[in-house]
């Protein structure tokens, strides 16, 4: 093993040794019972020397500054630049998984860029981002890497942001979002059968990782929904999600719907219809979302942010990119003067749509 691939691994705290000699991984509710020498479902936790590390601390897939529009996030911080990056791995096996290359790595050579949570803070002020995402992949798994970053970029008073599954136990998910400012959650579907079936994980814990961020936090986060024809995309499926939402988390939390391209083990399935994402934000809608989207479709209107009070036009978008900005300056309808939920800022961001791919090497 390389002196660099040591590098990378470091020791982890939630685990609990088991009496027929196994260790278990009290990280993400899938729990790996370890033996010596195992990795667990995730593939970038192991047990070595009778205890489970992490093995790619330091390590990532490859480094792009996104629009935040692109993680998807309406209500942060609008039209700024933020520093993507990914490790290997992924704690759920889900058939369309769009980042099957990434996820379901077991080659951590393909983790080209070696950087350090001071590496990556110091690039996104240069680079002139406004936040870090963590994304690709689920940060869950590469939890201790995530908040160091988290932590560094703090210093610089550069936001962190999840893209996440919302799969992770109790304790580790109170550690790990007190160094969040945002998030974005995939709600991937409203039935165990779904999540058993089509994720192989459990629905159960992303609603209470809901319930913890909305009521015990102050991160900001909107939910994802990938919608698949025939799987999660029924009148009564999306009734009953967009209803608990509203119930539980209330109408401000924003909710995309997103449309499925044949991918990984879902080949054969169709591509979502744009008319089945427009339903769905109909459904959430009527339920009382008041800021509902869809997504990977060409649909200006169905992007844009209105006041849910009189209607009017507040935030305009095109793809990612803002083509009208009406809030006040703090984040009101200009028209009737009621406030916008989310995170914003006197001026939006000038990104724009575009993705700009950056390599770390050689930055400290
Ligand atoms: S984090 Fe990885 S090793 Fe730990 S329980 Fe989840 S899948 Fe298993």
Known sequence: MSTELNASIVPTKYWHALDDGRIQCDLCPRFCKLREGQRGFCFVRARQDDQVVLTTYGRSSGFCVDPIEKK??????????????????????????????????RE???????????????AADRLGCRGVAFTYNDPVIFHEYAIDVALACRERGIRAVAVTAGEVCAGPRAEFYRHMDAANVDLKGFTERFYREVAAGHLQPVLETLEYLKHETDVWFELTTLLIPGQNDSDAELDAMTGWVVDRLGPDVPMHFTAFHPDYRMQETPVTPPATLRRARGIALRNGVRYAYVGNVHDPEADSTICHSCGTLLVGRDWYELTTWGLSPDGRCPSCGTPCAGVFEPEPGRWGRKRLPVSLKGTD
């Open 72 to 105: 998807p996030l309406y209500h942060f911080l609008p039209g700024t630049p933020i520093l993507s990056f990914g490790t290997a791995g992924c704690n759920l096996g889900c058939k369309f998984c769009q980042n099957w290359d990434i996820s379901k790595s």
């Open 108 to 122: 951590l050579d393909t983790l080209a860029d070696l950087a350090s949570p001071g590496r990556i803070a110091g």
